[in-house]
C-alpha cells in the first residue's frame, strides 16, 4: 500500500529566508504523481506544486520548488524569500497516475510558521 | 467561477445523534471526493463520486457513514449513530474528468466535533 510520511510536525521561518519541507513516500508503482497542498487557518486547501514521477526535472512555481528524489522516495518542498502569507499547514500527497489529483494519499502535515 | 463549498462549516452534536454535511462542488466537475481528517493525524480519503455513481468508498469507515450524490450535483455525506471517534475535519473535493487539467480543488471542510 502507499504511505506518504512527514516527520516534522512543526516548522518555523524567519520571513525573508528559505524553509524545506521534508516528505518521504512509499510505493511499488514506477510513475504516479505527487502534491503539495497548502492549508491556510480556516480556509480552503489549495495545490501549491505538484510532480510527474516519470519527469526528472523538479517543479517549480514562484518562490516553491521541490527536490524530487525518486530513488529515495523523498519529495521536499523549499520555499524561498518566505512570506507571512506562507504561514500554513503544509501537506504532502501521492496520487495514481491514472487518477492524476483524484484519489489523493496524504501525510500528517507540517504547520509551517513565519516570524516576522 | 465558485469554488467547492461545504456547509456546515462546524458541528457540535452529541454522541448517538445524526449529522449531515453537505458539498457543492465547482459546477462541471463529475468527480467528488470525501476525505476525512481525524485531530493531528493525516488526511484520510473516505469515498470517490463519478457524477452519481459510487467510484470507491474503501476508505468508509463503517457503515454508520452513508454518503449520496442525487443528480450528480451536491453530495451529502451523513453519520448516523455518530460516535466520538468520528470527530475530526471533513473535506470534500471535485475535480474534472479527463487526461489533463484534473487538478482537485478543495473545499474549507467541515470540523464535526462529537460530544
Redesign the interface.
Known sequence: AQTVTQSQPEMSVQEAETVTLSCTYDTSESDYYLFWYKQPPSRQMILVIRQEAYKQQNATENRFSVNFQKAAKSFSLKISDSQLGDAAMYFCAYSWVYNQGGKLIFGQGTELSVKP | EA??TQFPSHSVIEKGQTVTLRCDPISGHD?L?W?RRVM??????LL?FVKESKQ?ESGMPNNRFLAERTGGTYSTLKVQPAELEDSGVY?CAS?RIGQTN????????TRLTVV
Open positions: 469554488g467547492v468527480n471526493y476525505y493531528g493525524k493525516e488526511i484520510k480519503f470517490h470507491d473535506f475535480s484534473t487538478e482537485a480543488f478543495f473545499g474549507q471542510g
